[in-house]
């Protein structure tokens, strides 16, 4: 009777430390899915943002390199646009603040899981690809932080280009400087297009 009572609990705790280590891995699992989520949620209102933000920037330039501008109608119609810009890039940075959290908990649990492996040898190898995969990760997600923030530098002078746009087409004279415009239209391009690559970056991460 004892006997069995001995065997019965040998086999509880092996379904019990299997059934952790399930848990485990379906929790290190989900954790790689929801990065990968928030990376592909990042990358999708990144390419908005950049469509709106040229677009927007063209179609003004186009407008102001006319004979005859209407400048309280491109000034109203650029306004528009700008104030959606604004409103999306407050979405990109909501969406970039995602990424970094949920990559910290999924290199956690990526720890924790390589923690549990029995075989030392094997661990401290786990443990060292993680930690080198997780250096390069913070090398491109700083990189990527850099280049958001200089999108506001962007937005900030669009805002400023408005403004004098607001007051040349109250004074009805063609006093913006276009070539101004043209710049910041392609800074927004370039940078826009380094947050690609960060993009890129965290696809590899949740392979």
Known sequence: MKK????LAGIALALSVSSCRWKTTKTALKNGEVLKASVESFEKNRKILSDKL???????????????????????DFEIEWNNIQKRYEKLKLDFSDVGENSTTYFDKLNELS???????????ELAKNADLRKKWEVSYKEAEVNVQKITTVLE???????????????Q???QNVEELRRIAEQAKSLLTDLEAFTQAGRELVK
């Open 115 to 125: 923690g549990s492996i029995s075989n030392e040898r094997l661990r401290k190898e």
């Open 54 to 76: 040229i677009t927007s920037l063209e179609e003004a330039e186009e407008s102001l390199t006319q004979e005859s501008p209407d400048l309280p109608q491109v000034s109203k």
């Open 4 to 7: 069995g009572l001995i065997v």
């Open 157 to 171: 002078e669009g805002h400023d280009f408005h403004m004098v746009l607001v007051a040349s087409s109250i004074r």
């Open 173 to 175: 004279k063609l006093e």
